[in-house]
């Protein structure tokens, strides 16, 4: 089973960051996609950023209009790990943040998509 556990939520004033980490951990192959959403009380879930294991540069990312330019998605190889530095944050940041993990399962060609358990952030002047 592969495990995904997020840290680093928390409560901050307008104009201040924060920076949550993922770290995963299972019988993981071929890394697709790994990326950050979140979900505002009564709304679907929806994408923050996203990056890839793939390219010429090791990682093609991917933000949402309202967070560029203040969020940076990154990976850390050796720790198994996602990150997401969030500056400049707005009242608008505030909801539940989940780690997402697109990867094969114990063998080539699987392809399954994993979740985390979320962590909150909220934003309040």
């Known amino acids: 089973q592969v495990q995904l556990v997020e840290s680093g939520g928390g409560l901050v004033q307008p104009g201040e960051s924060l920076r949550l980490s993922c770290a995963f951990s299972?019988?993981?192959?071929?890394?697709?996609?790994m990326g950050w959403y979140r979900q505002y009380p009564g709304r679907q879930r929806e994408l923050v950023a996203r990056i890839t294991s793939g390219g010429t540069s090791g990682g093609r990312t991917d933000y949402a209009d309202s967070v560029k330019g203040r969020f940076t998605i990154s990976r850390d190889n050796a720790r198994n790990t996602v990150n997401l530095q969030m500056n400049n944050l707005k009242p608008e940041d505030t909801a539940v943040y989940y780690c997402?993990?697109?990867?094969?399962?114990?063998?080539?060609?699987?392809?399954?998509?994993?979740w985390g358990q979320g962590t909150q952030v909220t934003v309040s002047s």
């Open positions: 299972g019988s993981i192959f071929s890394i697709y996609l």
């Open positions: 997402y993990l697109n990867c094969d399962f114990k063998s080539y060609g699987s392809r399954f998509n994993y």
